[in-house]
């Protein structure tokens, strides 16, 4: 059993700041890429940040310079750092991770529950 929890959602004005944190419990050999989307009222689940297991990152256009995507293998976690916030980034953000559960297994992905952002003008 995996399970992602995460916290560090809630309101802030333009312009402010929130951290978004994802730790994975339960049966884990190894945490892949970790990545966070996110998904406002009426569009589709977009890709804000992604990183590799050798820390590699990649960033959706509209947050690059904005945001930062970091883990801690030690601690299972996934960490998004939003600065200068808009409100354009009003969604419900869930965080992804590409894990595998033994050595010998395939990996597979699993999904946090995910936590409101919402940012007011």
């Known amino acids: 059993q995996v399970q992602l929890v995460e916290s560090g959602g809630g309101l802030v004005q333009t312009g402010g700041s929130l951290r978004l944190s994802c730790v994975a419990f339960g049966s884990i050999f190894s945490i892949n890429a970790m990545g966070w989307y996110r998904q406002a009222p009426g569009k589709q689940r977009e890709i804000v940040a992604h990183?590799?297991?050798?820390?590699?990152?990649n960033y959706a256009d509209s947050v690059k310079g904005r945001f930062t995507i970091s883990r801690d293998d030690a601690e299972n976690t996934v960490y998004l750092q939003m600065n200068s916030l808009k409100p354009e980034d009003t969604a419900v953000y869930y965080c992804?991770?590409?894990?595998?559960?033994?050595?010998?297994?395939?990996?597979?992905?699993?999904w946090g529950q995910g936590t409101q952002v919402t940012v007011s003008s």
């Open positions: 992804n991770a590409d894990i595998s559960r033994t050595s010998w297994g395939r990996s597979f992905p699993y």
């Open positions: 990183i590799t297991s050798a820390g590699g990152t």
